[in-house]
């Protein structure tokens, strides 16, 4: 059983930076692809960033140049480093991974002020 556990999140100024990180602490299950979602309020969830288990990425759009997506990949751990937040980014980012079937953790908030 993989269980997804977030952290990181917080309250930031515009223009500053935050680390989200996620780990899987109880399987020995092999995570091919993880990613990032997040969920203003609001609005539907979306896909932030995702890296495959060959270390493919892929950002959406609006984050692109400002956040990068990296894996561990000994300790199914993800991380997501956020650069030049803006207020927009406000919600609470979930993380995401695929093994055999998808998995998600609890969500972090991440508060981005003006």
Do not use: H
Not at 25 to 30: C, F, Q, R, T, V
Not at 38 to 43: E, H, N
Request: aromatic fraction near 10%; charged fraction near 15%.
């Amino acid at each position: 059983q993989v269980q997804l556990v977030e952290s990181g999140g917080g309250l930031v100024q515009a223009g500053g930076s935050l680390r989200l990180s996620c780990a899987d602490s109880k399987s020995i299950l092999s995570i091919n692809a993880m990613g990032w979602y997040r969920q203003a309020p609001g609005k539907q969830r979306e896909l932030v960033a995702i890296i495959t288990g060959g270390g493919s990425t892929n950002y959406v759009d609006s984050v692109k140049g400002r956040f990068t997506i990296s894996r561990l990949y000994a300790k199914n751990t993800v991380y997501l480093q956020m650069n030049s937040l803006k207020p927009e980014d406000t919600a609470v980012y979930y993380c995401w991974g695929n093994a055999g079937m998808e998995y998600w953790g609890k969500g972090t908030l991440v508060t981005v002020s003006s």
